[in-house]
């Protein structure tokens, strides 16, 4: 599914944890940008010299934040495929629309805002920050995930097909999540995957 260094994670104290918890919803529901460290340390009940003592600035808490998101998404969505699909047996087009399922599956309970990925990048778009590696990251692993599950369903086709598909299905996925975050229609990761299903129908009868 592709790879992506990951950083090095923070020893997690009681402290550490109570403060990454209160960070994680805090970041998720009011954007980064707008909670600082001292509502991060009352919400979990310690000290600014605790806050810092353990992460030691707030750009390390986002770090933490965010990678430990995607870390949740890729171990909900290896759940979700083992629990849904039939390895032995599941079709490639299968394989591919599942990961529409687990996405729909994964907004409607931890997602209501959105992609913590897109919504984290409106706010750190520069590259020198620590967590852009893992903003991007985590869409460059989507993407290898794609590209992968569409070079299983062309079969023999040249890798410049399975790359055009693998992007084409990440631009309906990704797309759905903003659209999902938004709420400018209903269900739109449902229909992302009625699209990613037309078009691999399509796909298979070239």
Request: glycine share 8%; with cysteine; charged share 25%.
């Amino acid at each position: 599914m592709g790879t992506t260094e990951q950083p090095q994670r923070v020893t997690m104290t009681r402290a550490a944890r109570r403060i990454l918890e209160a960070a994680e919803r805090l970041f998720y529901e009011r954007g980064i940008h707008a909670v600082g460290v001292d509502l991060i340390a009352a919400e979990a009940g310690v000290t600014k010299k605790t806050l810092y003592d353990r992460f030691g600035s707030k750009e390390r808490i986002v770090v933490e934040y965010l990678t430990g998101r995607d870390e949740r998404w890729r171990a909900f969505l290896a759940r979700y495929l083992d629990d849904h699909l039939d390895a032995a047996h599941a079709t490639p087009e299968a394989r591919v629309l599942a990961v529409f399922d687990a996405s729909r599956a994964w907004s409607a309970e931890y997602g209501a805002k959105g992609c913590s990925m897109v919504n984290a990048h409106a706010e750190i778009s520069d590259p020198a920050h620590p967590a852009f590696p893992v903003i991007t990251g985590q869409k460059q692993w989507m993407l290898a995930l794609f590209t992968r599950l569409a070079g299983d369903f062309a079969g023999d086709v040249a890798g410049t097909d399975a790359d055009r598909l693998g992007r084409t299905l990440m631009l309906l996925h990704e797309g759905a999540l903003v659209a999902h975050g938004l709420r400018v229609f209903p269900d739109p990761i449902a229909h992302a995957r009625d699209q990613a299903e037309a078009l691999l129908r399509t796909w298979h009868s070239t």
